[in-house]
């Protein structure tokens, strides 16, 4: 892990298991890129993540652009997540790009999308969510 706190953040028992990896952080556009490793136990008799988990890696990638568009000092506390599997989301690494859409005091707007290694869109989703302080604080 790396010695950076907010990356070390990642490293929680839920991250873990859906095999998330820090990519990049966007900002200007207040957009965060994951990566994604799903283990077996994801994997349905259809060869692809079973839907609730891929809602998930979406719920991950949304959750964290928001924490580091407030430099980690917020998280959001989601209302809603509306989610769209365009494709199957197979065994094996995916990347995961979450968004800011707009961001006030009371509601924030976040946007994810899940991409295979070849660049096709495999599943987005939105969430509405309210902005809170950050359990364990912003470091």
Same mark, same amino acid.
């Given at each position: 892990m790396s010695a950076d706190p907010a990356k070390h953040a990642l490293g929680a028992a839920h991250a873990d298991l859906m095999g998330v990896e820090f990519d990049s952080f966007d900002a200007e556009r207040e957009e965060i890129t994951l990566r994604f490793r799903a283990p077996d136990s994801f994997i349905t008799p #259809?060869?692809?993540?079973?839907g609730g988990l891929v @809602?998930?890696?979406?719920?991950?990638?949304?959750? =964290?652009?928001?924490? =580091?568009? +407030?430099?980690h000092a917020e998280a959001p506390l989601n209302l809603d997540i509306t989610m769209t599997l365009l494709r199957p989301v197979m065994a094996g690494p995916v990347i995961g790009k979450g968004r800011v859409i707009r961001r006030g005091k009371r509601v924030i707007f976040l946007e994810g999308e899940l991409f295979d290694l070849e660049g096709r869109l495999l599943a #987005?989703? +939105?969430?509405? @969510?309210?902005?809170?302080? #950050?359990?364990?604080? @912003?470091?």
């Amino acid at each position: 892990m790396s010695a950076d706190p907010a990356k070390h953040a990642l490293g929680a028992a839920h991250a873990d298991l859906m095999g998330v990896e820090f990519d990049s952080f966007d900002a200007e556009r207040e957009e965060i890129t994951l990566r994604f490793r799903a283990p077996d136990s994801f994997i349905t008799p #259809r060869g692809s993540v079973q839907g609730g988990l891929v @809602a998930g890696f979406l719920d991950e990638v949304m959750g =964290w652009a928001h924490v =580091w568009a +407030t430099d980690h000092a917020e998280a959001p506390l989601n209302l809603d997540i509306t989610m769209t599997l365009l494709r199957p989301v197979m065994a094996g690494p995916v990347i995961g790009k979450g968004r800011v859409i707009r961001r006030g005091k009371r509601v924030i707007f976040l946007e994810g999308e899940l991409f295979d290694l070849e660049g096709r869109l495999l599943a #987005r989703s +939105t969430s509405t @969510a309210i902005p809170t302080p #950050r359990p364990g604080g @912003a470091g």
